[in-house]
């Protein structure tokens, strides 16, 4: 369970699946995002499906995953055909996903429906698992309510029973423990089904206990917009602050609060202030280690290492339209570990792209320079060196982050500006690290200008690292 005892977890992981305003374009599979902040979420394996569920007709919609006491990953979520199953797989890693089954939890009640947006707790006073979702009984949709049954090991379970009931339609439960207490935010149905008795636009409440299986009473004059669902929470302990995120399903995007006490809650956050991935739909999001962070990056960020050091420029791409090092990005970060001899003069370290469309790193005179252009617009910042320590190993970095340029030296950020344009365009140049290969995003040509020292660990990634995951990944 999400709580606000969880003390300096400060990386963060989005499970998701992906659909377009009014549930067009779908990508009904097991999608990630990372976040440092809870609020600027990107998209690892370039937005695309990571695993698949074989279940049924093979759809995995709103997924919910946490860790339970054993170290085990859980991921439960709803599936179909429509009926009285959800979906369940375990991992080690959130990587190898195994042991996927269908649940059947409403096995035993008549006339189910359907059940869905599943999500569960761990209770550690019963030592067990409380899962629970929305599961409509009768002839149709319209008489949702919560049900819940009880596991220790995920194959035998508890007769399932009513969990939550306010007289009203809900789906899209989800819990969270602050100072003792357990809250709870839902979906109001109700007008989906009854808009003369219920006029209002379906939206998301929170409600409030003393235990985890309730009784939960609302908590008056606390909701998420209208024509919102799923929502979910997120404790950012570096802020001392609970994000409730919720999902615009007819606009296709996502909407953040945030709150330090479950209380009281700040309007909507302004657009400008938080970032998902496109078509991103009813999410999870959850802390995760340093190195549980490490390896997904490395499995679904890292483009490319080279780890081998050498002393003179390697050509990585040759001329062309196609292949690494000429695909248009709009997030981009490359890092590697240098062995200057000399910081005098021009000595360039990444050269990817030409003077109309590209990324380049350069050494000049003591100062480490970064460039990136589109369609012949430039930006290029620059930072001072320090005193770098001639003939020893230090750690550079450069990311490009839809604009925004920022250098980085032994994991300190030296530099950073705003382009006017976010997309790089796909380019056709030679490129590669350790010297320059032809005309380079600075707008300079002529000469290879090699750098004069070793360059190894140079890693391309399709993410823009942020401080923290620099200093993870490189050791600074």
């Not at 189910?112 to 569960?120: K, L, R």
């Not at 009784?215 to 929502?231: H, K, L, M, R, S």
């Amino acid at each position: 369970m999400l709580t606000s005892s969880n003390n300096n977890q400060n990386a963060f992981l989005m499970g998701y699946f992906r659909s377009g305003p009014g549930q067009t374009h779908k990508v009904e599979k097991l999608h990630y995002a990372y976040s440092r902040d809870g609020k600027h979420w990107y998209e690892l394996n370039n937005n695309k499906p990571l695993w698949a569920s074989s279940l049924g007709e093979g759809i995995l919609r709103d997924p919910y995953i946490s860790k339970g006491p054993d170290g085990k990953w859980h991921l439960v979520f709803t599936i179909r055909p429509l009926g009285p199953t959800i979906g369940y797989a375990t991992s080690d890693d959130l990587i190898h996903w195994k042991e996927e089954r269908a649940l059947p939890v409403m096995k035993d009640i008549p006339e189910t429906v359907n059940s869905w947006a599943p999500e569960f707790s761990y209770d550690q006073a019963n030592g067990d698992f409380i899962i629970y979702w929305a599961s409509s009984v009768g002839e149709d949709l319209s008489n949702s309510k919560h049900f819940c049954t009880r596991t220790k090991d995920w194959k035998t379970f508890s007769k399932t029973e009513l969990f939550y009931d306010p007289g009203f339609q809900t789906i899209d439960a989800s819990l969270a423990e602050h100072d003792g207490k357990y809250y709870m935010a839902i979906k109001d149905e109700s007008h989906v089904y009854e808009p003369l008795k219920y006029p209002h636009p379906p939206m998301n409440f929170l409600a409030v206990s003393d235990q985890m299986e309730g009784p939960y009473e609302i908590i008056p004059n606390v909701q998420t917009p209208d024509y919102t669902e799923g929502p979910e929470f997120l404790w950012v302990d570096k802020e001392k602050k609970w994000l409730l995120f919720y999902d615009y399903w007819a606009y296709g995007k996502f909407g953040v609060m945030e709150s330090s006490d479950m209380t009281q809650w700040s309007n909507e956050l302004d657009e400008g202030m938080i970032r998902f991935p496109y078509r991103a739909r009813h999410a999870t999001m959850f802390p995760i280690s340093e190195q549980e962070l490490q390896r997904l990056l490395d499995r679904y960020a890292l483009l490319v290492q080279y780890r081998t050091p050498t002393y003179s420029p390697v050509r990585v791409a040759a001329e062309g339209t196609k292949g690494f090092f000429h695909d248009a990005f709009s997030m981009r970060s490359v890092t590697m570990e240098i062995q200057p001899q000399s910081v005098s003069g021009t000595h360039v370290l990444l050269d990817e792209g030409d003077s109309d469309n590209g990324l380049a790193l350069r050494i000049q005179d003591g100062r480490l320079e970064g460039a990136v252009c589109s369609h012949g617009n430039r930006l290029i910042v620059s930072g001072e060196l320090g005193l770098m320590e001639l003939s020893q190993w230090h750690s550079i970095a450069v990311t490009y982050d839809e604009g925004k340029l920022c250098l980085y030296v032994n994991g300190a950020a030296i530099a950073e500006g705003s382009a006017s344009f976010a997309l790089v365009k796909a380019h056709d140049r030679a490129g590669g690290y350790g010297g320059r290969f032809g005309a380079d995003a600075f707008g300079d040509q002529g000469g290879k200008l090699a750098f004069d020292g070793g360059i190894k660990n140079v890693r391309v990634y399709s993410v823009p690292l942020q401080k923290e995951d620099i200093i993870l990944i490189t050791g600074s």
